[in-house]
């Protein structure tokens, strides 16, 4: 009886280890579920940019707009008959006086 009791009382212990620290553990568990939180919200963003770079794609192969906006904004590109004025602000400067 006292072997049968010795050898669940081990069963349970290592059981237990298993359970808490071996390989497939809850520790393992639950880092790997925070790692799959980690790669959802990562893919989240790169799904989220893709579809911000088709519609730009299908927005550069169907329309003049974008590609006439990007070409002056990008480019500085002009319409022909169009004027462009360009204005430089004065460089200020500072003239201090040393103080005694």
Do not use: C, H
């Amino acid at each position: 009886m006292r072997s049968i009791v010795l050898i669940l009382l081990l069963l349970l212990i290592w059981l237990q280890y298993r359970l808490w620290e071996g390989p497939g553990s809850i520790k393992d568990m639950r880092f790997i579920q925070k790692n799959v939180e980690l790669q959802s919200q990562k893919l989240q963003r790169l799904t989220e940019r893709n579809q911000i770079l088709e519609a730009e794609v299908l927005d550069l192969k169907n329309g003049t707009e974008a590609l006439e906006e990007r070409a002056r904004s990008e480019l500085g590109m002009i319409r022909q008959g169009e004027v462009f004025y360009q204005t430089i602000e004065k460089a200020t400067t500072s003239k201090t006086t040393p103080k005694l």
